[in-house]
Nanobody, 125 residues
Framework: VQLQASGGGLVEAGDSLRLSCAASGPTFRPRVMGWFRQGPGKEREFVATIWWSGGNTFYADSAKGRFTISRDNAKRTVYLQMNNLKPEDTAVYYC???????????????????WGQGTQVTVSS
């Protein structure tokens, strides 16, 4: 299974972007799918995750109220709608899939098995 992220770009503060992550390959039944980001000189940090079957979502505090994660099971695609973007949101955004991820570990990158290549989001002030 491969994950292909897209939708990044250069925007101004206050603008919106929608990231997409499409899965390709054999049967794909993750437990969760998530978005992480890594800014310049920073560690990879959790942004949001969604349970593939139930659709429950969980967000980092920095994403609450501005970002929305969703999925289309038929298209095997997860989305991250990002509104009111801020310069501090500038980062490479990675989508990921976890097959054994548990609730207490959903913010930990090592709990996700499959990673996409990342898409750059740059927000100018």
């Amino acid at each position: 299974v491969q994950l292909q992220a897209s939708g990044g770009g250069l925007v101004e503060a206050g603008d919106s972007l929608r990231l997409s992550c499409a899965a390709s390959g054999p049967t794909f039944r993750p437990r969760v799918m998530g978005w992480f980001r890594q800014g310049p000189g920073k560690e990879r940090e959790f942004v949001a995750t969604i349970w593939w079957s139930g659709g429950n979502t969980f967000y980092a505090d920095s994403a609450k109220g501005r970002f929305t994660i969703s999925r289309d099971n038929a298209k095997r695609t997860v989305y991250l709608q990002m509104n009111n973007l801020k310069p501090e949101d500038t980062a490479v955004y990675y989508c990921s899939a976890g097959t054994r991820t548990i609730l207490s570990s959903i913010t930990i990158p090592e709990q996700y098995d499959i990673w996409g290549q990342g898409t750059q989001v740059t927000v100018s002030s």
